[in-house]
């Protein structure tokens, strides 16, 4: 899948995603990637492309391998929106939808095959034309309706003015 941006917004394309500039690079060449020393939890790490693993590096904090809520929180927080900022409430909640989904195993933790696959399914759905590439209207629309859902919350609208 290939992205008409040259940066693609990791959260968005994790389903929740706002804005973390992180490419995606087609399934194709994530699949040339050569194989590489496999850590715990990480199975399929040789399918994790070189821009998601440069992005989970600088993410994982504490350089253990996983991102845990913690860094996956503070990540949201540094991430640039636009003209608007995230309040603090926007953040939890970003940072709470977009751990739960890409946790696959429920393990606390997200390795970079988690991430990977988090974002190749979400650029799936986004793109919605089918064409193989996220377009900027495709982006604008996704990025209209995932902050939607954070405004909602759990426990429906927040500002409904807004």
Not at 116 to 134: I, S
Not at 147 to 153: A, T
Request: proline share 6%.
């Amino acid at each position: 899948m290939r992205i008409a941006m040259s940066r693609f917004p990791l959260l968005l394309a994790a389903t929740v995603g706002v804005a973390l500039s992180v490419p995606l690079a087609a399934p194709a060449a994530a699949q040339k990637t050569p194989a590489r020393k496999v850590t715990p939890g990480a199975k399929t790490a040789a399918k994790v492309s070189p821009q998601v693993r440069a992005e989970f590096a600088r993410s994982d904090t504490n350089k253990d391998g996983f991102l845990s809520r913690t860094e996956v929180t503070e990540r949201v927080r540094r991430m640039d929106v636009g003209r608007s900022k995230l309040n603090g409430q926007q953040i939890t909640d970003l940072s709470t939808l977009w751990f739960a989904r890409a946790d696959t195993n429920k393990d606390g933790k997200i390795s970079p095959a988690e991430m990977q696959a988090l974002l190749n399914a979400t650029a799936r759905r986004y793109d919605t034309n089918g064409d193989g590439v996220v377009s900027v209207e495709e982006r604008q629309a996704a990025r209209a309706e995932t902050l939607n859902e954070v405004r909602r919350g759990p426990a429906g609208p927040k500002n409904p003015g807004r």
